[in-house]
């Protein structure tokens, strides 16, 4: 059975970083997609970037770009995010993502729209 777990979240002032981090098991090879989503309260849920490992492609959203970044190490089964220059709009609950086991997903399309693995969250606060 799938399971995600993230951790590192916590309590920043605007300007400070975070790494968020997500640990992976049960999958019996190395994923080749994997993404992070936010969801504000009284906000849809939104990718904020996702990582295809098939040609270590990273995809962002434009809200982050440039100042997040995701990585993998697959030695440890661990999905990234690095978040620097916070800000207060980055304030969310912080999901990572994995798509079903038995599905590939060429450049991660459609990898996170139906049957998708997802983590319990890590909540991160941005203060002004």
């Known amino acids: 059975q799938v399971r995600l777990v993230e951790s590192g979240g916590g309590s920043v002032q605007a300007g400070g970083s975070l790494r968020l981090s997500c640990a992976a098991s049960?999958?019996?090879?190395?994923?080749?997609?994997m993404g992070w989503f936010r969801q504000a309260p009284g906000k849809e849920r939104e990718e904020v970037a996702k990582?295809?490992?098939?040609?270590?492609?990273?995809y962002y959203a434009d809200s982050v770009k440039g100042r997040f970044i995701i990585s993998q190490d697959n030695a440890k089964n661990t999905l990234y995010l690095q978040m620097n220059s916070l800000k207060p709009e980055d304030t969310a609950m912080y999901y990572c993502?994995?798509?079903?086991?038995?599905?590939?997903?060429?450049?991660?399309?459609?990898?996170?729209?139906?049957?998708?693995?997802w983590g319990q969250g890590t909540q991160v606060t941005v203060s002004s």
């Open positions: 993502a994995a798509p079903p086991p038995s599905r590939f997903f060429p450049q991660c399309s459609g990898a996170f729209d139906s049957g998708a693995n």
């Open positions: 049960g999958y019996t090879f190395i994923m080749h997609c």
């Open positions: 990582i295809y490992t098939v040609t270590n492609s990273t």
